[in-house]
């Protein structure tokens, strides 16, 4: 099993510029969330989907944040434009819906805006 | 979301036992407790969780208080690979769909070799 997957591990961008972050979950998972850690603001969740559907988008700091899931092996974070604050450590994480389950999380993507 | 309390950070000595607390007074009777870790460098992975009795798995044992306002994640023998933040979190059980975990500051472990 691969884990999830995302792309790219390190993104250095300037100010203004478009960022898109990638996340493929695990396979046969139907849940997917996006998290964003700084040190400090600790881990926090920006939204989630369930079977490709966006059920909780309460974290998603604005307009400038979106995310979708156009399939239930791909989704995307997008930024735009970015600003030096969104710098943080940005994670994707899976998992099957039910009344239990873990969420297995990415290895992150680090941004950085210059 | 109920709220979890749990100490800063904790030392403990390799190879002996580490007792992480957590609190929750506000705990629903629907609530599922988990734990959550986070290696340096790494996201964070599951640990165990537990709803009302005590819980063992081949990473730690959870120990729920009776009344559930209070619970002990357990490392029977901690090595140096266990340096962590150990995250206490609440999650409400759905038979429907994945529900969101909210993760608080965590209790940062640290070992001595």
């Known amino acids: 099993d691969a884990g999830v997957i995302q792309s790219p591990r390190h993104e250095v961008t300037e100010m203004g510029q478009e960022v898109t972050l990638r996340c493929k979950p695990i396979s046969g998972h139907n849940s997917l969330f996006w998290y964003r850690q700084t040190m400090m603001r600790g881990l926090e969740l920006l939204i989630y989907?369930?079977?490709?559907?966006?059920?909780?988008d309460s974290g998603m700091p604005e307009d400038r944040f979106s995310a979708k899931m156009p399939n239930a092996s791909f989704s995307t974070l997008k930024i735009q434009p970015s600003e030096p604050r969104d710098s943080a450590v940005y994670f994707c994480?899976?998992?099957?819906?039910?009344?239990?389950?873990?969420?297995?999380f990415g290895p992150g993507t680090r941004l950085t805006v210059t | 979301d109920a709220k979890t309390t749990q100490p800063n950070s904790m030392e403990s000595n390799e190879e002996e036992p580490v007792h992480l607390p957590c609190n929750h007074s506000?705990?629903?009777?629907?609530?599922?407790i988990h734990w959550y870790r986070q290696l340096p460098s790494q996201g964070p992975e599951y640990v165990i969780h537990?709803?009302?009795s005590n819980v063992n798995n081949r990473m730690a044992s959870l120990a729920i208080a009776e009344d559930r306002k209070s619970s002990t994640l357990i490392l029977h023998r901690a090595t140096l690979r266990d340096a962590a933040v150990y995250y206490c979190i609440l999650r409400t059980s759905s038979h429907s769909s994945a529900s969101k975990i909210i993760f608080g500051s965590g209790t940062r472990l640290s070992i001595r070799p």
């Open positions: 537990g709803l009302t």
């Open positions: 994480a899976s998992t099957t819906s039910g009344t239990f389950y873990e969420q297995y």
């Open positions: 506000t705990i629903s009777g629907t609530d599922y």
């Open positions: 989907f369930n079977n490709n559907v966006p059920i909780d």
